[in-house]
């Protein structure tokens, strides 16, 4: 079974709350990036999808992962850690300059998984924690033709297909879906395991495999075209309810929730 | 092309509610602006009802893909019955509300289409052409982004809130167009076990009482419940306790969990991070009760008690027991 697992590099979220907390985040003069030094990571469902990867293979399923990232040559650190995870094969579409167009990216993907082949599962995160917005996924498996489901916390081989635990806002669902399937992982699959030693040192010894889109022969399309980031203001107006003790301050809190009318 | 069409899956027998609302809303919004017909999509088994009201909250036609195999949600019959209407209809823009299966397939009828598509809209600017742009959250609302849709047609995903739902007027009804919908050979993902939608709503519910990480254990949940309990709401919680296992994923608050606007918001213990204000910031009258003078959730609430969650929810408790004469 060949696994496909497609990973993002984002910049770290918690920095990212912590500058806007302090009011240190800044759009760039291109109008569409923050000028913020923060540090590059992996997109923490990314690295879920890599555990529910390394997960088949512990159920002692002969599985083949391929990591797969479109972006510039900085990614290569991003996939040196899907090597160290325990991923076979790494491969990274050459796209430095890439605008952030979910659908954009998802040609370049799906060209990149045309190529490898005879692919039966691609697993993706639910959405990045940059933009947020869970579409290339969707629009992947649109692209391959392949079925499609979301938000899953536990997938297991069933005979020719894939039982899957989706974490839906009703509560758990298990679906059963045929292969080829693009599947996004939620946080619910757990916290992913740490790279081992050997494979931090299997991973300093094998470059990515770097495709160019004139290789793949990426078509034009259209998309969602980023026009600005702006950083909006968030108006403070909180009354601290003082008090002597907890009970002076919950007895204070419950008369002004009372007078606002909302008991 | 020309319509604005609100895409309507499975409506519930009661009577339109939530996403399916906005998306009309939606419609409306957009359509005042670009000056195109509002149009809409219902997508289900035996939904005349639903046709009907869609016709009295304004839609002007009503294209129906009605048949026993779209009764429960599938993404693939889905998006295969609402690219048969948008292709009957020739709109150029299709906008769809948050439910239970937008993720599902709303980005996937966007590629299908060809126009690309916005999840999660929370502004709609107009455009000097006529046309106009979408503004969208991004980093769980630390920032905003502007995007333009240039081809059609194209999908909008909306955020709760965007626009008021359509008064209803009785004396409105819709051209209602059959569209066809065969169900296909293969069925690809099949449901087996389904989530049981038991009991009231997070999202409807009046008074949502919220825990964080600042609860220590998780036992402490507990107090979250009794509170949210004698208030007449229900429990809530921040991603990092759902993490750690403390209070189930349904139950979490924010960008990736449910979307809550109640009358009161009491977050104890939580942090405040713009994605779980995501989830919660439109609140009437939001409470944080935080030990931290500086955390966040002090810039988003109406009321604050810089103290300990773990002595004022029990003092809280005691205080409404009271008052339910309990
Ligand atoms: C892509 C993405 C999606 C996300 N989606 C969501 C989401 O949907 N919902 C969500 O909630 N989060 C979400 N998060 C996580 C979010 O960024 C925060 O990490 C999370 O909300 C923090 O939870 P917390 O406030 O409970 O914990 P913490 O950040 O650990 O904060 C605990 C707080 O409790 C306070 N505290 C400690 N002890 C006490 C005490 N005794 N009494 C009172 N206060 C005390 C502390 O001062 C602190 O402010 C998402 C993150 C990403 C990257
Ligand atoms: N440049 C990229 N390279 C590889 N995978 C990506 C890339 N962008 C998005 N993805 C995948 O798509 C998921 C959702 O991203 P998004 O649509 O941006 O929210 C991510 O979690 C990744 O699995």
């Known amino acids: 079974m060949h696994i496909v697992i497609c990973a993002k590099q984002v910049i770290d979220p918690d920095g990212v709350n912590s500058y806007a907390l302090w009011g240190q985040l800044e ?4 109008g569409r990036a923050f000028s ?9 469902y990314d690295d879920q999808a890599i555990e529910a990867a390394l997960r088949l293979r512990d159920d002692g399923h002969d599985v083949t992962i391929t990591a797969l990232s479109a972006g510039g040559e900085d990614v290569n650190q991003l996939l040196r850690h899907c090597k160290a995870m325990g991923c076979d094969e790494i491969v990274r579409v050459d796209d430095p300059d890439g605008p952030p167009d979910a659908f954009r990216t998802a040609r370049l993907l799906a060209a ?3 190529d490898l082949g005879d692919v039966d599962l691609v697993l993706c995160g639910r959405q990045s924690s940059d933009y947020d917005q869970g579409t290339t996924p969707a629009a992947l498996a649109e692209m391959l033709g392949y079925a499609y489901v979301t938000v899953a916390f536990d997938v297991r081989v069933e005979g020719e297909r894939l039982r899957i635990k989706r974490a839906t806002p009703l509560g758990e669902e298990q679906v059963l879906a045929s292969m080829p399937t693009v599947v996004t992982i939620s946080n619910e699959l757990g916290i992913p395991r740490y790279p081992t030693g050997r494979g931090m040192i299997a991973a300093r010894r094998h470059p990515a495999t770097v495709k160019t889109l004139e290789e793949l022969g990426v078509e034009d399309g259209d998309g969602a075209e980023l026009l600005e980031l702006y950083i909006h203001e ?11 003790d907890p009970a002076a301050q919950a007895a204070a809190l419950l008369g002004k929730l009372e007078a606002e009318g909302v008991l | 092309m020309s319509g604005i069409i609100a895409i309507i899956s499975q409506p519930p027998a009661e009577g339109l509610t939530g996403g399916d609302l906005e998306a009309l809303g939606g419609a409306a919004a957009l359509a005042a602006q670009t000056g195109e017909p509002v149009l809409a999509a219902v997508i289900g088994h035996s939904v005349s009802d639903a046709v009907a009201e869609a016709g009295e909250r304004g839609a002007e036609r009503v294209y129906v893909a009605d048949a ?3 009764a429960a949600f599938s993404g693939d019959a889905v998006v295969d019955a609402a690219e048969s ?6 709109v150029s823009t299709v906008v769809i509300g948050r439910g239970t299966n937008t993720l599902e397939f709303a980005p996937r009828l966007g590629a299908r289409l060809g126009g690309g598509c916005v999840m999660g809209v929370t502004e709609v600017r107009p455009d000097a052409d006529g046309g106009f742009a979408v503004v969208a959250s991004v980093y769980g609302g630390s920032a905003r982004a502007v995007y333009r849709l240039a081809a059609t047609p194209r999908v909008i995903g909306l955020s709760p809130g965007l626009a008021p739902a359509p008064d209803r007027d009785a004396g409105r009804s819709a051209e209602v167009v059959a569209v066809d919908a065969p169900a296909s050979a293969e069925e690809r993902v099949v449901v087996d076990q389904p989530a049981e939608a038991t009991g009231p709503r997070l999202e409807e519910a009046n008074v949502v009482v919220s825990g964080g990480r600042g609860l220590q254990r998780g036992d402490n949940f507990a107090l979250i419940r009794e509170l949210a309990a004698n208030l007449g709401g229900m429990p809530g919680a921040s991603r990092a306790i759902v993490d750690e296992g403390w209070a189930p994923s349904e139950e979490q608050v924010g960008l990736t969990g449910k979307i809550v606007s109640p009358d009161l918001y009491v977050a104890a213990g939580i942090s405040g991070a713009s994605q779980h204000m995501m989830g919660c910031s439109t609140s009437r009258v939001l409470v944080g009760i935080n030990t931290d003078r500086d955390a966040p959730i002090f810039r988003y609430a109406r009321y604050g008690i810089n103290g300990d969650a773990l002595e004022v929810l029990p003092e809280l408790i005691r205080l409404t027991r009271e008052r339910a004469g309990g």
């Open chain 1, 112 to 114: 990149a998984i045309r």
């Open chain 2, 68 to 70: 026993e195999h779209l």
């Open chain 1, 234 to 244: 968030v108006a403070g107006e909180c009354e601290f309810i003082e008090g002597d």
């Open chain 2, 85 to 90: 209407a948008v292709a009957a209809s020739e």
């Open chain 1, 27 to 30: 759009v760039d003069e291109s």
């Open chain 1, 36 to 44: 913020t030094e923060l540090p590059l990571i992996i997109n923490a």
